[in-house]
T-cell receptor
Framework: EAQVTQNPRYLITVTGKKLTVTCSQNMNHEYMSWYRQDPGLGLRQIYYSMNVEVTDKGDVPEGYKVSRKEKRNFPLILESPSPNQTSLYFC????????????FGPGTRLTVL | DAKTTQPTSMDCAEGRAANLPCNHSTISGNEYVYWYRQIHSQGPQYIIHGLKNNETNEMASLIITEDRKSSTLILPHATLRDTAVYYCIVRVAGDGKLIFGQGTELSVKP
């Protein structure tokens, strides 16, 4: 079954404590992205990756890092989380050949106190 | 900024067709119209896309006007499970970024 998984699904943490949200896909897709969703602001792209070792900034990259060492994984790293990074985060993937359809993960709800 | 305009909310009776409009008056010739939906805080789900011809799949139909400045997503027989926020997005095929606007909150009522 085609899947995009995210872990953890829920996380409450404190300001400054480094954290990583993992994203993994089993569809062998080249493209992977991270979005955050906030009330009234919709979904905004944080970072995206077109393939292994190729990443680029989206619209709201400040405060985030990503890496793409393997095709299936695209972790989102918050080196020093702040309360304004409290949000609902989604990972998404699509292949080069079926670029029409993006597959989204189930979401990670992050609260930074 | 999102390139589309959608009504904030709509209601539809269960079993009836839901027609969701979208204006995209500045669409370029190489931009497609995509529709996604999001059921309460779940990940968005792809529904359908089109360039200029009308399209139909097992979920919905997409009607695009001849001038391509607007389109309508049709759910032919809405069910309670179709209650969701529906997003109309225009983008160049192959562009990895989806720009989500505010979408239309569709409520399907018994």
């Amino acid at each position: 079954e085609a899947q995009v998984t995210q872990n953890p699904r829920y996380l409450i943490t404190v300001t400054g404590k480094k954290l990583t949200v993992t994203c993994s896909q089993n569809m062998n897709h080249e493209y992977m992205s991270w979005y955050r969703q906030d009330p009234g602001l919709g979904l905004r792209q944080i970072y995206y990756s077109m393939n292994v070792e190729v990443t680029d900034k989206g619209d709201v990259p400040e405060g985030y890092k990503v890496s793409r060492k393997e095709k299936r994984n695209f972790p989102l790293i918050l080196e020093s989380p702040s309360p304004n990074q409290t949000s609902l985060y989604f990972c998404a993937t699509h292949s080069e050949s079926s670029y029409n359809e993006q597959f989204f993960g189930p979401g990670t709800r992050l609260t930074v106190l | 900024d999102a390139k589309t305009t959608q009504p904030t909310s709509m209601d539809c009776a269960e079993g009836r067709a839901a027609n969701l409009p979208c204006n995209h008056s500045t669409i370029s010739g190489n931009e497609y119209v995509y529709w996604y939906r999001q059921i309460h805080s779940q990940g968005p789900q792809y529904i359908i896309h089109g360039l200029k011809n009308n399209e139909t799949n097992e979920m919905a139909s997409l009607i695009i006007t001849e001038d391509r400045k607007s389109s309508t997503l049709i759910l032919p027989h809405a069910t309670l499970r179709d209650t969701a926020v529906y997003y109309c997005i225009v983008r160049v095929a192959g562009d990895g970024k989806l720009i989500f606007g505010q979408g239309t909150e569709l409520s399907v009522k018994p």
